[in-house]
């Protein structure tokens, strides 16, 4: 009788091992068929399904199945842009900046040219691009994957920012917000810098807010935090004088909170050092940039009027048609403001000219109702975070600042905008999803 129970016990498991089998089988076929159309894309192909893995082992994800469809819908997204940039056609911004940066870094691995990642801004991120492409071919696929990889991370740590503030009721909101904003949905799909640029800026917020949150001092959370700011600020020179800031709103945060110290003086002293030894440390790395080498100097004007003057180049079209005066402190003073506005508005109505125009108004349109909800959002809540949102905000409104006093044309700004505005849209959810609802339910 057992023997008999046995026999027909067996079919059933074998039905289900074949099933599992087959449903793997499904599963793994469209990878082996990219690998075999295109095979110098293999890693690319590879990394598909490890970010899929790695989607799918991560708690902010999967805690909601909401959350969790949000991810894998701007995901599969994103490879479609891919998949389509590298075998149909070039989408639009793709071009030049995209192109050159898989140019030049498959040139240094073809041709070994030597490869330097003591470096900064586009030509770290050339030579990082060609450090890869020696490891597993050359591969523009693969390159955008990598890519697609930051910006996963990135959405990561934007949710676990959110979870600090306010707790994960808005996740899938700020997922979908995050990664369907057109400009972000291509420009961290391609070989740009910008998927790395938002991801460790995003890893720098967090861990600044766990430091400031903390009533005692962590070295661990500390060197974290610095290694984020450092490959941060290694990215872009902008980027970099954003470090310095906000290094010294940190050593200001750690003093006041865990150090104990209340003297003003003191601690700006202190805080001065702290940068000091930072830039010190750049230059012993050898890492000096035009930024680092200006604060030491004493010369942040001129550096800004010659950056300014390199992006003026870049699109005549598109330019402000504002100056930023930098004969002293008092004009800066005086025209830095006017500046910041052109940055968050501009295009203005009358400076319209093409369809490109439209989208960069709607997108800064969109920006200033989330900057307004924000705000709301600030001024009504009382909870215990209110000093971190407060903090939160201050950072978004100096990287914001930052970037426009280097910024002449609204279309460098669309994607300069992109660093910043995963903070902006989780101060923002609260309020706008609210509003969002009561106007739906105010038409139904």
């Given at each position: 009788?057992?023997?008999?129970?046995?026999?027909?016990?067996?079919?059933?498991?074998?039905?289900?091992?074949y099933?599992?089998?087959?449903?793997?089988?499904?599963?793994?076929?469209?990878?082996i068929?990219?690998?075999?159309?295109t095979?110098?894309?293999?890693?690319g192909?590879?990394?598909?399904?490890?970010?899929?893995?790695?989607?799918?082992?991560?708690?902010?994800?999967?805690?909601?199945?909401?959350?969790?469809?949000?991810?894998?819908?701007?995901?599969?997204?994103?490879?479609?842009?891919?998949?389509?940039?590298n075998?149909f056609?070039?989408?639009?911004?793709?071009?030049?900046?995209?192109?050159?940066?898989?140019?030049n870094?498959?040139?240094?691995?073809?041709y070994?040219?030597?490869?330097?990642?003591?470096?900064?801004?586009?030509?770290?991120?050339?030579?990082?691009?060609a450090l890869?492409?020696?490891?597993?071919?050359?591969?523009?696929?693969?390159?955008?994957?990598?890519?697609?990889?930051?910006?996963?991370?990135?959405?990561?740590?934007?949710?676990k920012?959110?979870?600090?503030?306010y707790?994960s009721?808005?996740?899938?909101?700020?997922?979908?917000?995050?990664?369907?904003?057109?400009?972000?949905?291509?420009?961290?799909?391609?070989?740009?810098?910008?998927p790395?640029?938002?991801?460790f800026?995003?890893?720098?917020?967090?861990?600044?807010?766990?430091?400031?949150?903390?009533?005692?001092?962590?070295?661990?959370?500390?060197?974290?935090?610095?290694?984020?700011?450092f490959?941060?600020?290694?990215l872009?020179?902008?980027?970099?004088?954003?470090?310095?800031a906000?290094?010294?709103?940190?050593?200001?945060?750690?003093?006041?909170?865990?150090?104990?110290?209340?003297?003003?003086?003191?601690?700006?002293?202190?805080?001065?050092?702290?940068?000091?030894?930072?830039?010190g440390?750049?230059?012993?790395?050898g890492?000096?940039?035009?930024a680092?080498?200006?604060?030491?100097k004493?010369?942040?004007?001129?550096?800004?009027?010659?950056y300014?003057?390199?992006?003026?180049?870049?699109?005549?079209?598109?330019?402000?048609?504002?100056?930023?005066?930098t004969?002293?402190?008092?004009?800066?003073?005086?025209?830095?403001?006017?500046?910041?506005?052109?940055?968050?508005?501009?295009?203005?109505p009358?400076?319209?000219?093409?369809?490109?125009?439209?989208?960069?108004?709607?997108?800064?349109?969109?920006?200033?109702?989330?900057?307004?909800?924000?705000?709301?959002?600030?001024?009504?809540?009382?909870?215990?975070?209110?000093?971190s949102?407060?903090?939160?905000?201050?950072?978004?409104?100096?990287?914001e600042l930052?970037?426009?006093?280097g910024?002449v044309?609204?279309?460098?700004?669309v994607?300069?905008?992109?660093?910043?505005?995963?903070?902006?849209?989780?101060?923002?959810?609260?309020?706008?999803?609210k509003?969002?609802?009561r106007?739906?339910?105010?038409?139904?």
């Amino acid at each position: 009788m057992k023997i008999g129970m046995r026999l027909e016990m067996n079919p059933p498991n074998k039905v289900l091992n074949y099933k599992n089998i087959f449903t793997y089988f499904i599963l793994i076929v469209p990878f082996i068929l990219l690998i075999l159309a295109t095979p110098e894309d293999w890693f690319g192909v590879v990394l598909i399904f490890l970010i899929l893995i790695y989607i799918f082992t991560q708690k902010v994800f999967v805690e909601n199945i909401n959350t969790m469809v949000a991810m894998l819908v701007v995901f599969f997204l994103k490879v479609t842009i891919s998949l389509i940039n590298n075998n149909f056609f070039t989408i639009y911004g793709a071009g030049a900046d995209a192109i050159g940066f898989f140019k030049n870094a498959s040139f240094i691995s073809q041709y070994n040219t030597g490869i330097d990642l003591i470096n900064t801004g586009s030509e770290l991120y050339t030579n990082y691009l060609a450090l890869v492409f020696n490891f597993i071919g050359v591969s523009k696929f693969s390159g955008e994957m990598l890519s697609i990889f930051a910006f996963v991370l990135s959405v990561r740590y934007l949710l676990k920012i959110a979870e600090k503030l306010y707790g994960s009721t808005y996740n899938t909101p700020l997922v979908y917000l995050f990664g369907l904003l057109p400009s972000m949905l291509i420009y961290t799909s391609i070989t740009m810098r910008e998927p790395y640029q938002i991801l460790f800026f995003l890893m720098s917020i967090y861990y600044f807010i766990k430091a400031i949150e903390s009533n005692k001092f962590s070295f661990i959370l500390f060197i974290k935090f610095i290694i984020s700011i450092f490959i941060l600020g290694m990215l872009h020179n902008g980027l970099l004088v954003f470090t310095f800031a906000i290094l010294i709103i940190y050593f200001n945060k750690i003093l006041t909170t865990n150090l104990r110290v209340k003297n003003l003086l003191i601690k700006v002293i202190l805080s001065g050092i702290a940068l000091v030894l930072f830039i010190g440390l750049l230059n012993i790395v050898g890492i000096s940039t035009q930024a680092s080498d200006a604060i030491l100097k004493g010369d942040i004007t001129s550096y800004i009027d010659d950056y300014r003057d390199g992006g003026i180049a870049l699109d005549s079209r598109a330019q402000y048609g504002v100056e930023l005066n930098t004969s002293n402190i008092f004009t800066v003073v005086l025209t830095a403001p006017v500046v910041f506005i052109s940055y968050m508005i501009a295009p203005f109505p009358w400076q319209i000219s093409s369809v490109l125009d439209i989208y960069a108004m709607i997108e800064n349109i969109f920006r200033l109702i989330l900057l307004f909800a924000a705000i709301n959002y600030l001024r009504k809540n009382e909870e215990i975070k209110k000093t971190s949102l407060y903090q939160v905000m201050i950072l978004f409104i100096l990287m914001e600042l930052l970037w426009s006093l280097g910024t002449v044309n609204w279309g460098t700004a669309v994607r300069h905008h992109l660093i910043g505005y995963g903070l902006i849209l989780i101060l923002a959810m609260p309020v706008f999803v609210k509003a969002i609802i009561r106007s739906i339910q105010k038409f139904t």
